[in-house]
């Protein structure tokens, strides 16, 4: 995940196509497709949607680190889910269920189902040589985000994701830093936890 990005670098239309062609080819429970995904890469519309997301400050105060450096990147593209297209998705004949009804599903696919073509974003960046982070929009600020975008009451943001050239870090200070990797003997049980 990179946190700063050189801000004179733009960044090729054709790679942040790719990118989107990518997430659109991403698996969805019962080829349900129910995402969306603003891009955001003109000057002027990255702005709004920092003014929109990011936290109230006093005037004078400066963005912490953190955002200072995220809000150098020229691209941010917002991945969408959408409950409805899954719901109405899985009502339909050929999946046998009669209603809408939110209970029958384990987990929420459509969450997951844009996480994974959020993924397919971020490898294509990397992919492409360029730096790239996902990071959420904080809960505070999602009506915001919504009215300055006209993004619709059934389209949730699930995060977003900037995209850059990187620039070399002054010393990373993030979790990393202060915290190991977990091994996979840690994680991975076979045959059994």
């Not at 397919?120 to 999602?142: H, K, W, Y």
Request: net charge negative.
């Amino acid at each position: 995940m990179v946190r700063r990005y050189d801000p004179d670098r733009p960044v090729d239309p054709i790679v942040v196509d790719r990118m989107l062609d990518n997430a659109v080819h991403a698996p969805s429970a019962g080829f349900s497709q129910g995402w969306a995904f603003l891009v955001l890469d003109a000057p002027a519309d990255v702005d709004r949607f920092w003014a929109a997301t990011s936290p109230e400050t006093p005037d004078d105060a400066e963005p912490s680190g953190w955002l200072a450096g995220m809000r150098t990147a020229p691209v941010v593209i917002v991945p969408l889910s959408h409950k409805d297209a899954y719901l109405d998705r899985y009502a339909q004949e050929d999946k046998g269920w009669t209603d809408r009804d939110e209970t029958r599903w384990p987990v929420p696919y459509w969450h997951v189902d844009t996480g994974m073509a959020a993924l397919l974003i971020l490898q294509t960046a990397v992919d492409a040589g360029l730096g790239a982070c996902f990071f959420g929009i904080p809960p505070d600020r999602v009506a915001a985000f919504r009215a300055e975008f006209g993004v619709p009451e059934g389209y949730m943001p699930i995060g977003a994701i900037t995209v850059g050239h990187r620039v070399a870090d002054a010393g990373a200070k993030g979790s990393p830093s202060r915290r190991a990797r977990r091994t996979s003997e840690e994680v991975v049980h076979r045959g059994g936890w």
